[in-house]
């Protein structure tokens, strides 16, 4: 399937796709005229990507889980496990940065707003 058919199939852009494939989450091969040629199961692993990236994930931690999805049940949840844990926890953090941030403009806003 071509990139625009992909597109299509999956509700995500070309760039996007072209993004994708540039970060190694996605594989295509290429026609004799060099067109992009994917395979039809990469439209559920573009869903699972938006997905992760919905979740907060960046692309190299998407990368690293792909395989893990891809993988029987018992060989993938150790390491599945250990990298949410670790994106769990670097989700936490930034709420915690955000919050602070907040904290600071609402201050802020409390001392301008005064005569």
Same mark, same amino acid.
């Given at each position: 399937? #071509?990139?625009?058919?992909?597109a299509d *199939? ?7 796709? #072209? %993004? %994708? ?12 005229g ?20 919905? *979740? ?19 060989? #993938? ?29 609402? *201050?802020?806003?409390?001392?301008? *707003?005064?005569?």
């Open positions: 399937m #071509r990139i625009g058919e992909l *199939a999956s509700g995500v852009s070309t760039r996007s796709l #072209r %993004y %994708y494939e540039e970060q190694g989450l996605i594989r295509s091969e290429r026609t004799p060099g067109w992009r040629d994917f395979d039809g199961s990469t439209v559920e692993r573009v869903v699972m990507i938006q997905h992760l990236f919905a *979740a907060g994930l960046t692309s190299a931690t998407v990368n690293e889980l792909l395989p893990c999805l891809e993988a029987p049940p018992e060989e #993938r949840t150790g390491v599945m496990e250990q990298l949410l844990a670790q994106e769990v926890e670097r989700l936490k953090a930034k709420r915690r940065d955000i919050d602070r941030e907040i904290d600071t403009l609402q *201050a802020l806003r409390g001392e301008v *707003a005064r005569p």
